[in-house]
Structures are given as structure tokens and as C-alpha cells.
């Protein structure tokens, strides 16, 4: 979600020779930036954004129209840090009729951050309870506690939070969740890293379970700040990994291990597309497995509000997701 401490950039062979679909179409109010999106029982579809205390737009469709109808967090969250009135990267889902926004507070450049959360159980603005803080990071930790992601497990109250990072990348901790309490409960570990010197910095993971294999999505390169615009190829773009075990070892489609910089990209810079990224992946009954991030149309603009909402459907290929 941050933009690169090292603005040296890399000289990178790039991720070129693929071709990408353009989004599928957003009507409305399409900002977006690290999109979460929850489709409620009744048909309305949720999306929710960093910025603007986690703001919320709502839907009858995916392509929109959208319209935003208020936040998740009123005023600040009551996490007490520097960043606490703006708040970066909600994560949503649905656990036993309680839904769980995972949330960041953070500033840029800063490890100083904390992964809080609110809950809610119809997900309309003012319904939340901000329930605070479930991680921390400082300058001392191997990580940046911020991009959060939940995934239920195999076991009985067996869940999975992931978050980073520029520092040391991604990491995950086994997690409990009692009503609306949710706590690490277990060890912490890297699952995916890539050497500073080689740029490819990752961020915002989001894993999908799909036919035996735990997916970990993963935005990886320089995020945020295109100007001036890093070497081509090293923006935001999403690569993928997979394993049997929601803890790994994720691999990438050559082998490569993906805590050795391993990592399939599925979506890249494209035509007017520029820098997609902070993903998630959910089931639409109308389209099956569909991937949303944000993107930045460069025949517009490439700064931050300018940051918007896409989405394309997954298809899986030899075990694959491909667009
Ligand atoms: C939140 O902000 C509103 C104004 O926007 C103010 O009236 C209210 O007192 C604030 N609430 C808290 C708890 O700070
Ligand atoms: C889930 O657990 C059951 C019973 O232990 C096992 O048979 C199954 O293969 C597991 N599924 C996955 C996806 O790990
Ligand atoms: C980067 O790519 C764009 C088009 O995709 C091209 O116009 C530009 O020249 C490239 N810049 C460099 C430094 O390769
Ligand atoms: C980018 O913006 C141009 C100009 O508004 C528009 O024609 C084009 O469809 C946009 N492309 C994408 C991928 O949003």
C-alpha cells in the first residue's frame, strides 16, 4: 500500500511478453485503492477502499454504478498511532453471520503500524464496532504491520492472518476467533520475501483456497508514487503463488519458492493500465471466481485519487488463475 523507500529503481527484464484483459467496466464512484469487495445475501455488493476511514460504496453489479454511502470508522480508530484518521486496506469477510473488516493504520514510509479491525453484522455504514488493534509493528520488526488479509483453515477455529510489507515482505500468523474477539495464536512466519537488491518488494497478499491449493495473491513492485514513474516493469503488478497448506510452502509455477522471490504474474501493466494492484479474489454467482484490484489509467493520470476500481474473471488454467 506504500509507496518504495528506494526510489532506486532496477534495471528489470520486465513482464512484457503476456497479454492482459483491460478491466470489465466501473460505473460511478470508482475509486478505489486496495479493495476489499463482500456481495451481502440480499444482491448489494460491498467495496470498500483505503482512505476516508475505510470508505464504502455499494452496488446492484460489479461494473456499478456505485455510489459511496459513508465509512466503516467514524472520526478515528481507536487505535492510538499516527494515521489513525485515515486508515489503509480494509479486509472484509463473513465468519459464522459476523461480518470482520481487518483494517491498517499507518503512514507512509513509516513501520510504525497496527492491523486493527471493526465488526458489523450487516455492513451498513454506522452498524461497525471498531474492536481495535490484533498486531503491531515498529523499527525493530521484521515486518510492517499493515495490507491485512483473514483466511478461514481446514480446523475448527483455525484462521490465518497475513500482512507486509517493504519490510521482509509477507508474513502470517495462525489466528482464533471467538464472537467478535480475534487474536494471533500462534507463530509468526514469513511466507513470501524477495531480496531488496532484486526491487520486487511485496505487499498486499490475499489467499484464496480453490480446488486443494491455498492461492497467495501478491502485489509486488513499487506502489503509490509514480512521480517521477519507476523503470518500467517495477510498478504494481500481481503475482501468485500456491500450496496444498494455508502455511506453505508456496511455490510459483516454475517451483521457485516464493520466500526466494518466486511469483507468477497473472496482471501487469497494460495499455492505459498502469501499476494493478492491492487484490482479493472472491465467488460471483453471475461471473465464478473474479479478481478485483485498483489500477491507474495513464491517459488520465497516475496519482493516487486517481486510483480505480477493476475486476476480471479468474480462469483456471492447469491449476492455475490466469485472466
Ligand atoms: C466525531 O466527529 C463529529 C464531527 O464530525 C463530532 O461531532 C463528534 O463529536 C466526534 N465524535 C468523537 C467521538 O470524537
Ligand atoms: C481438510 O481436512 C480434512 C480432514 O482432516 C482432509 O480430509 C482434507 O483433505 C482437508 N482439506 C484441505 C483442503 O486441506
Ligand atoms: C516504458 O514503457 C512505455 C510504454 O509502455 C514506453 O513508452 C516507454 O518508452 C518505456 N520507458 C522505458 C524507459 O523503457
Ligand atoms: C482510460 O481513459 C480513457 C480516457 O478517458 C478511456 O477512453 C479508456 O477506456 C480508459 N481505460 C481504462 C482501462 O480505464
Known sequence: MRYSLLAAAVAVAGVSAATYPNPLGCSGSCFTHDPSVVLRGDGTYFLYSSLDLLSIRTSKSLEGPWAEIGSVIKNKSVIDMDGNDVLWAPDVSLIDDLYYCLYAVSVSGSQTSAIGYATSSTMEPGSWTDQGMILESSPSSPYNCIDPNLIR???????????????????????????????????????????PDNGFYMEGAFMYHHSG????????????DYDPLPANGTEYHVNVCRSTSPTGPFVDDTGLACTEGGGKTILASHGDVYAPGGQGIFHDPKYGDVMYYHYLNKSVSVNYPDSKFGWNIINWENGWPTL
Open 213 to 224: 491449493y491455498y492461492y497467495l495473491f501478491l502485489s509486488v513492485g513499487h506502489c503509490c
Open 153 to 195: 483453515g481446514n480446523g475448527t477455529n483455525e484462521f490465518y492472518i497475513l500482512w507486509g510489507s517493504y519490510w521482509e515482505d509477507i508474513y502470517q500468523a495462525r489466528t482464533a476467533i471467538e464472537s467478535t474477539y480475534v487474536y494471533p495464536s500462534g507463530n509468526q512466519k514469513q511466507i513470501a520475501y524477495n531480496t
